[in-house]
């Protein structure tokens, strides 16, 4: 495995690292992904001291993205040391006059040009302190790489980046733009000069956002959208009708009602994300013209039940991941949702479903029965009392083998005791095929022995997971 040449370690490590990138990306709130990634990270490192053709191949993966590795005080240490050993001379005259450096400082000796291989600008705050210090490395950033991919900051409130030298080629070929800057002028002049914008973060902070529509109206396919904002940003979504064909990912923060005029144009879409703070989404009236048939993760909060119904309803069988979160009016509805997802989601892994109102525990019965590709449950607010027994012994008897995660708000009510919890994880062993118990509760009404004992992970994490 040491002596493989240069282009195949290089294809190697480039698959490894687009699969985690992507699994990641895709699921970002799923906690034990998370650890994977940082553990993955990690090990990159020991890929440098296999030999010196390993190295020369790890350090561009690594400098890609220098920003994602610093989670440690120590790490943060040596990664400011190298980047400002890479500044020139001037610029460490400049900052020990202002008394930024200390006067001594000697730069490292380096072994690469660590700066050019990046494709990733984030803030630098946590790592460069100082004001003048921060220009100075966005400058050089700036000039120094050839292709920026992603450019993530809040810098752009504060620094004139398309000003730098260089900026006309390092942004050419941007990818990501996640930007909170009021300055329409800065969209205005990226719009000239990048055309190849495919994931765009956007919050709206007044409705009049002409720099941001010409941005969006200039790039060739735009394919994931973030918006953020209590503006209806008409012309945005307007603008936005243009790449209607490649959007695959719709993310909004703050659901506006312009917006569903958007959403029934969007045929190719596979993930939709919407919350609504307010209660004031008018995507009901607009539902009926929904046609996804790509969709296979829908993640909808404050938005009412007959909306996901319906939604559910227009998509074609793909759906693998359904979250509901803070619904109202659910009521009356429950019953139907949970027999939707049965009637029309064959391949869900990981969903929402109610157990408080009539009806519920049956049509669970027959989400256990018909979606064999199961593996989350999250039970949306409490389990109705009466449903209990008949819920756990469900579980036990009428789950799908896939099924190990669960999610359960009042978990001290389904056992009255520490032992009838602990007959249950026996049971739960004995049945063949099994996997190991993920259960879910910020409930602390539970003997923290009896889940060590047991190996059930994650147990007090109040946040669902998946």
């Avoid at 958007?262 to 307010?278: F, Q």
């Avoid at 995660?405 to 978990?411: F, L, Y």
Wanted: glycine share 2%.
């Amino acid at each position: 495995m040491s002596k493989l040449n240069h282009d195949v370690l290089y294809e190697i490590f480039q698959n490894l690292q687009d699969l985690i990138n992507m699994t990641y990306t895709n699921d970002p709130d799923n906690l034990n992904k998370m650890i994977n990634y940082k553990e993955f990270l990690r090990s990159q490192f020991s890929c440098l001291l296999v030999n010196k053709n390993w190295c020369e191949v790890m350090i561009p993966f690594l400098w890609s993205n220098p920003f994602k590795y610093a989670y440690k005080a120590h790490i943060k240490s040596s990664l400011f040391k190298i980047i400002i050993s890479h500044l020139p001379d001037n610029s460490i005259k400049l900052l020990k006059d202002e008394n930024i450096i200390e006067t001594n400082f000697q730069k490292l000796k380096l072994s690469f040009n660590y700066v050019r291989f990046c494709k990733y600008l984030n803030d630098i705050h946590y790592i460069c302190t100082k004001r003048l210090l921060e220009e100075e490395v966005y400058k050089f950033f700036i000039s120094e790489c050839s292709s920026i991919k992603s450019l993530n900051s809040k810098m752009l409130l504060y620094y004139p980046i398309l000003k730098y030298p260089g900026a006309n080629i390092s942004l050419s070929n941007l990818y990501e733009l996640y930007s909170i800057t009021y300055d329409q002028d800065f969209y205005y002049g990226l719009a000239q000069i990048c055309k190849s914008i495919e994931k765009l973060h956007v919050v709206i902070d007044y409705e009049e956002s002409p720099g941001v529509v010409k941005l969006i109206e200039m790039q060739t396919q735009i394919k994931y959208v973030f918006l953020d904002g209590y503006y209806e940003c008409k012309k945005i979504i307007q603008a936005l009708k243009k790449h209607v064909n490649s959007i695959i990912h719709l993310e909004m923060a703050q659901y506006t009602s312009s917006i569903h005029f958007l959403i029934p144009k969007l045929i190719n879409l596979r993930y939709l994300k919407v919350v609504d703070y307010y209660y004031y989404c008018t995507l009901k009236k607009y539902v009926i013209y929904l046609n996804h048939h790509n969709l296979q993760v829908l993640d909808l909060h404050r938005i009412s039940l007959d909306i996901a119904i319906n939604i559910i309803k227009s998509t074609n069988g793909n759906l693998w991941k359904i979250r509901i979160g803070y619904t109202h009016q659910y009521y009356d509805k429950a019953k139907e949702y949970n027999q939707t997802i049965h009637k029309y989601c064959p391949n869900i892994k990981y969903v929402t479903v109610f157990l408080n109102e009539g009806g519920t525990l049956e049509e669970l019965e027959k989400i256990f029965i018909k979606c064999q590709h199961l593996e989350a449950i999250y039970i949306y607010k409490k389990i109705n009392y009466k449903y209990i027994d008949k819920f756990l012994n469900l579980l036990l008897e009428s789950a799908p083998l896939t099924l190990c995660k669960i999610h359960i708000c009042n978990i001290s009510d389904c056992f009255s005791s520490n032992e009838s919890l602990k007959l249950f994880l026996i049971d739960w062993g004995h049945h063949k095929g099994k996997k190991t118990l993920h259960l879910y509760s910020s409930d602390t009404g539970i003997n923290s022995d009896i889940v060590h004992k047991y190996d059930i992970k994650d147990f007090w994490n109040y946040y669902i997971s998946w």
